[in-house]
């Protein structure tokens, strides 16, 4: 079965609303990253090796490690945070390799 | 900083054609990571190798070759282009591999197959 889920699936949201997107992990984890990947580009690291609550710019991602699950808040959306968002998980166990959610793909609307 | 170079772009390949992906970096990084990323499917790791010369397996390997020939360099090799196949190939690297590392990622080739 799938070990990361992220939902929405997708969503649709007018500029300056804010965005909440969820994972899930159906595995013990190690830790876990936040990527952000822009239409056709390469994957940025949001956030890696969260645990609690971290904050970059507009960007929140909390993590509760025992509950397996991360969230990653966006406020005050802008047209340029459109894109996908995925989150990965380090297993306990096995080798040193992410496995990947299917992503949450966000369309701002201005 | 550092930056992932992947070559092709674009990769437009015939069935049962050998086709070769490239990627270099320049953060001096021990692990580089192939992964195919299909509309609908997330990413899948297809191999990663954590030193020069080394391979490891990730869970899509069958159909997929790799080679690490030097540090700063990974490539991978469809051994048999599947028709009307088409997909992202991504390559990272991390400094040793593992969520503690942050990966950087190349900008894909986009593989089409007629």
């Known amino acids: 079965g799938q070990q990361v889920q992220q939902s929405p699936a997708s969503l649709v949201l007018q500029e300056g609303e804010n965005a909440e997107l969820q994972c899930n992990f159906s595995?013990?984890?190690?830790?876990m990253q936040w990527f952000y990947q822009r239409p056709g580009g390469s994957l940025v690291s949001l956030f890696y090796?969260?645990?609690g609550t971290k904050h970059s710019g507009r960007l929140t991602s909390t993590t509760v490690i025992k509950e397996r699950r991360s969230s990653l808040h966006i406020s005050s959306s802008q047209t340029t945070d459109s894109g996908t968002y995925l989150c990965?998980?380090?297993?306990?166990?096995?080798?040193?390799?992410?496995?990947f959610g299917k992503g949450t793909q966000l369309i701002i609307q201005p | 900083g550092g930056i992932i170079t992947q070559t092709p772009k674009f990769l437009i390949g015939q069935e049962g054609q050998k086709l070769t992906l490239k990627c270099q970096q320049n953060?001096?990084?021990?692990?580089m990571y192939w992964y195919r990323q299909d509309s609908g499917k997330g990413l899948r790791l297809i191999y990663y190798?954590?030193?020069?010369?080394?391979?490891q397996k990730g869970d899509l390997s069958e159909g997929y070759d790799a080679s690490r020939e030097k540090k700063s360099s990974f490539s991978l090799t469809v051994t048999s282009a599947q028709k009307n196949e088409m997909a992202v190939f991504l390559c990272?690297?991390?400094?040793?591999?593992?969520?503690?590392?942050?990966?950087?990622f190349g900008h894909g080739t986009k593989l089409s197959v007629l």
């Open positions: 990272a690297s991390s400094i040793i591999g593992g969520a503690n590392e942050r990966l950087f």
């Open positions: 595995t013990s984890l190690n830790s």
């Open positions: 090796n969260p645990s």
């Open positions: 990965a998980l380090e297993r306990t166990e096995g080798a040193d390799r992410l496995t």
């Open positions: 953060f001096n990084h021990d692990t």
């Open positions: 190798s954590i030193t020069e010369n080394d391979l």
